[in-house]
């Protein structure tokens, strides 16, 4: 693997960890510079990656890789993202597999560019939250005891001691965004992070907005919504249709659902089965034999589904696996008992949160005049879009808010990018045409589309016409 050496404060893992760009930046941490990833494309923009020790007494640390924007970054706002599980890797999620500058190569022993990460318009932060998950770490075995509350709480220490290392980010603008369960985790955060600026006589945190893809907002409204998805789109007979309509209950909890609805339920995944990704109905399946003979023959080879890598979980795994990349990172310090994965085996997270209703919240978020943009892959069975529109419409209701932009189609490079609906100017509900539960995964070039345009402001353009950056 390499052996390692000292120049000044950075560590160099054998012929890997090369000089870059940005050495020395004053006001940033040198101890977690990332100089070069190994296989990793010449970028201009800096990389940092490390862990923040929010809880020193029980050593509790959360693992963190930030992404500077790759043009300047000084300009640009501050974007945290988070992915869901509960337990799963923002790292190996958001960062390397979604909206991140790289992608892993076919091997899984190298990283290639990409080109539609979300570091075109904004610095990115993505955390392995809460610990246990990924790289992030407690010394204190019931700190693994996770739920929505200490959560978003661990997260508001880590922002803070964050910030210590990264001063120059403190008055930037910030976005809290993610998705799945973060439709939990993001606007909990947003409101403990609320709660703050309520009691600060000084800092206070810069919300400019909250962005969540195929979030679970309310456990009932969405599982029903999958029942519905399965149906609609020939997944499932009619009957077994009917029969989940008829004897499912879906306002009680899961819990207390009739034997008769527990049977149907269970023949229609049955029928739906594993063959095809029920986060995106569309793509094939990565069966890992295939993935194994890719890694294997260390090359790319036909595992492409309409132009989507469909291994590259299984890639991403191998890739972050690898020692010399562990020591790139500054990553595994503790040397874990276990390999990184993508969502984690150790966490016990508390399994009534998921019930909790996120619309109240929400509407605090709201009447704080943060704007929401809520977005949905139009392929996701799991979180599918039936369930999230009709919850963003209902907490339109709940806020008394008026359409504004009535649902019409959205465009992307002279296409349809998907179909979009505004009530006034702080909540949005978006779908993604041809995405499924991780839209820029599916979708790189419209989620940025969609992403860059909440950033700006900006309303999604209405005609076939390119505008500037398309």
């Given at each position: 693997?390499?052996?390692?050496?000292?120049?000044?404060?950075?560590?160099v893992?054998?012929?890997?960890?090369?000089?870059?760009?940005?050495?020395?930046?004053?006001?940033?941490?040198?101890?977690?510079?990332?100089?070069?990833?190994?296989?990793?494309p010449?970028?201009?923009?800096?990389?940092?990656?490390?862990?923040?020790?929010?809880?020193?007494?029980?050593?509790?640390?959360?693992?963190?890789?930030?992404?500077?924007?790759d043009?300047h970054?000084?300009?640009?706002?501050?974007?945290?993202?988070?992915?869901?599980?509960?337990?799963?890797?923002?790292?190996?999620?958001?960062?390397?597999?979604?909206?991140?500058?790289?992608?892993?190569?076919?091997?899984?022993?190298?990283?290639?560019?990409?080109?539609?990460?979300?570091?075109?318009?904004?610095?990115?932060?993505?955390?392995?939250?809460?610990?246990?998950?990924?790289?992030?770490?407690?010394?204190?075995?019931?700190?693994?005891?996770?739920?929505?509350?200490?959560?978003?709480?661990?997260?508001?220490?880590?922002?803070?001691?964050?910030?210590?290392?990264?001063?120059?980010?403190?008055?930037?603008?910030?976005?809290?965004?993610?998705?799945?369960?973060?439709?939990?985790?993001?606007?909990?955060?947003?409101?403990?992070?609320?709660?703050?600026?309520?009691?600060?006589?000084?800092?206070?945190?810069?919300?400019?907005?909250?962005?969540?893809?195929?979030?679970?907002?309310?456990?009932?409204?969405?599982?029903?919504?999958?029942y519905?998805?399965?149906?609609?789109?020939?997944?499932?007979?009619?009957?077994?249709?009917?029969?989940?309509?008829?004897?499912?209950n879906?306002?009680?909890?899961?819990?207390?659902?009739?034997?008769?609805?527990?049977?149907?339920?269970?023949?229609?995944?049955?029928?739906?089965?594993?063959?095809?990704?029920?986060?995106?109905?569309?793509?094939?399946?990565?069966y890992?034999?295939?993935?194994?003979?890719?890694?294997?023959?260390?090359?790319?080879?036909?595992?492409?589904?309409?132009?989507?890598?469909?291994?590259?979980?299984?890639?991403?795994?191998?890739?972050?696996?690898?020692?010399?990349?562990?020591?790139?990172?500054?990553?595994?310090?503790?040397?874990?008992?276990?390999?990184?994965?993508?969502?984690s085996?150790?966490?016990?997270?508390?399994n009534?949160?998921?019930?909790?209703?996120?619309?109240?919240?929400?509407?605090?978020?709201?009447?704080n005049?943060?704007?929401?943009?809520?977005?949905?892959?139009?392929?996701?069975?799991?979180?599918?879009?039936?369930?999230?529109?009709?919850?963003?419409?209902?907490?339109?209701?709940?806020?008394?808010?008026?359409?504004?932009?009535?649902?019409?189609?959205?465009?992307?490079?002279?296409?349809?990018?998907?179909?979009?609906?505004?009530?006034?100017?702080?909540?949005?509900?978006?779908?993604?045409?041809?995405?499924?539960?991780?839209?820029?995964y599916?979708?790189?070039?419209?989620?940025?589309?969609?992403?860059?345009?909440?950033?700006?402001?900006?309303?999604?353009?209405?005609t076939?016409?390119l505008?500037?950056?398309?």
């Open positions: 693997m390499g052996k390692c050496w000292f120049i000044g404060v950075l560590i893992v054998g012929y890997e960890c090369l000089f870059g760009t940005n050495v020395g930046v004053e006001g940033y941490p040198m101890e977690d510079l990332v100089v070069r990833l190994p296989g990793q010449k970028v201009k923009f800096s990389q940092y990656a490390g862990y923040v020790d929010i809880d020193v007494k029980h050593g509790k640390s959360l693992f963190y890789y930030f992404v500077e924007a043009h970054p000084h300009k640009k706002p501050l974007t945290l993202w988070l992915n869901g599980g509960p337990g799963c890797s923002s790292i190996g999620g958001g960062a390397f597999t979604e909206l991140g500058p790289f992608y892993p190569s076919g091997d899984g022993r190298g990283l290639r560019r990409n080109s539609k990460s979300w570091n075109r318009v904004s610095n990115l932060l993505f955390v392995e939250s809460p610990a246990g998950v990924g790289w992030s770490y407690s010394n204190t075995t019931s700190d693994y005891d996770s739920d929505d509350a200490s959560t978003a709480n661990d997260m508001v220490l880590f922002m803070l001691k964050w910030y210590e290392k990264f001063p120059s980010y403190v008055s930037r603008g910030l976005f809290l965004t993610g998705e799945s369960y973060a439709g939990h985790y993001i606007p909990q955060l947003t409101t403990a992070l609320l709660d703050y600026n309520t009691h600060s006589t000084g800092f206070k945190f810069n919300i400019k907005g909250v962005a969540i893809g195929n979030p679970l907002l309310e456990l009932n409204r969405d599982t029903q919504a999958t519905e998805y399965f149906w609609s789109h020939g997944m499932i007979s009619d009957e077994i249709g009917i029969s989940i309509m008829n004897d499912c879906f306002d009680t909890t899961s819990a207390n659902l009739s034997k008769s609805c527990q049977n149907a339920m269970v023949d229609a995944q049955d029928i739906v089965g594993s063959y095809i990704d029920e986060y995106d109905v569309i793509l094939d399946v990565c890992p034999s295939i993935a194994e003979q890719e890694l294997k023959l260390k090359k790319m080879a036909s595992k492409i589904s309409l132009s989507v890598d469909i291994c590259m979980d299984s890639e991403i795994y191998f890739y972050l696996n690898l020692q010399e990349v562990q020591k790139c990172l500054h990553a595994n310090r503790t040397k874990l008992s276990y390999p990184w994965s993508m969502c085996d150790v966490l016990n997270y508390k009534t949160d998921h019930d909790i209703s996120m619309l109240p919240v929400l509407k605090r978020i709201v009447q005049h943060i704007p929401i943009l809520i977005y949905s892959g139009d392929q996701d069975s799991v979180v599918p879009l039936i369930g999230s529109r009709s919850l963003v419409r209902q907490l339109a209701r709940d806020l008394k808010f008026n359409i504004t932009d009535p649902y019409r189609v959205w465009f992307h490079k002279g296409q349809a990018g998907g179909w979009v609906t505004e009530y006034g100017n702080l909540l949005t509900f978006a779908t993604v045409r041809g995405a499924g539960h991780m839209v820029p599916a979708q790189p070039s419209r989620a940025l589309h969609l992403f860059s345009s909440f950033v700006g402001g900006k309303r999604l353009p209405n076939t016409r505008s500037v950056g398309e």
